[in-house]
């Protein structure tokens, strides 16, 4: 176990959080435990196969198997494995549009105008809209977010370390 991520002091009793979480990096972790830190349990849509090469990618994507396998033993060390759900996610909202169980999303500034979409359409469907959570993106040693693209080219490890130069 990492830290004790208790749920006693969680604002919700269900958050909602989204990825492809691809080449499982710091600000992936970040991401994932503020919303075990709001959340007494938490639902982690993980993009399926199929939707991941829907977002066309400028890089390779590991395998769904492989990425919720990975995600499956971060939970684990985190110690909250019995807290966490994860769901195939074939759509940029899954269950998050509507599902009245959901009471908050954790997202990214990156990610944020996707959750007020969500919010609207919540509402279209007659639910409350969710409590958005925003994280900053994790910065990589130069300062610039840590993305799974920039590991992918080698760029950056998955803690951010600066491997290479950026070319521009």
């Not at 349990?41 to 990425?67: P, Q």
Request: charged share 30%; hydrophobic share 40%; net charge neutral.
């Amino acid at each position: 176990m990492i830290e004790s991520y208790d749920k006693e002091g969680a604002l919700f009793r269900i958050v909602a959080v989204g990825g492809t979480f691809d080449e499982l990096h710091k600000g992936h972790k970040v991401l994932l435990i503020t919303a075990f830190k709001y959340g007494e349990n938490v639902w982690i849509g993980l993009c399926t196969d199929e939707f991941a090469k829907k977002l066309r990618k400028n890089h390779e994507i590991a395998s769904y198997e492989d990425r919720a396998k990975e995600l499956a033993d971060f939970l684990n060390d985190l110690g909250v494995s019995d807290r966490a759900k994860i769901i195939p996610l074939s759509d940029p909202y899954g269950p998050a549009a509507t599902s009245a169980v959901i009471e908050a999303i954790v997202v990214s500034k990156e990610t944020e105008p996707r959750a007020r979409e969500l919010n609207s359409l919540r509402l279209g469907n007659g639910l409350k809209p969710l409590k958005i959570i925003v994280i900053d993106m994790v910065p990589a040693e130069d300062q610039i977010p840590i993305s799974t693209t920039r590991i992918r080219w080698g760029e950056i490890d998955r803690e951010g370390k600066l491997l290479r130069k950026r070319i521009n």
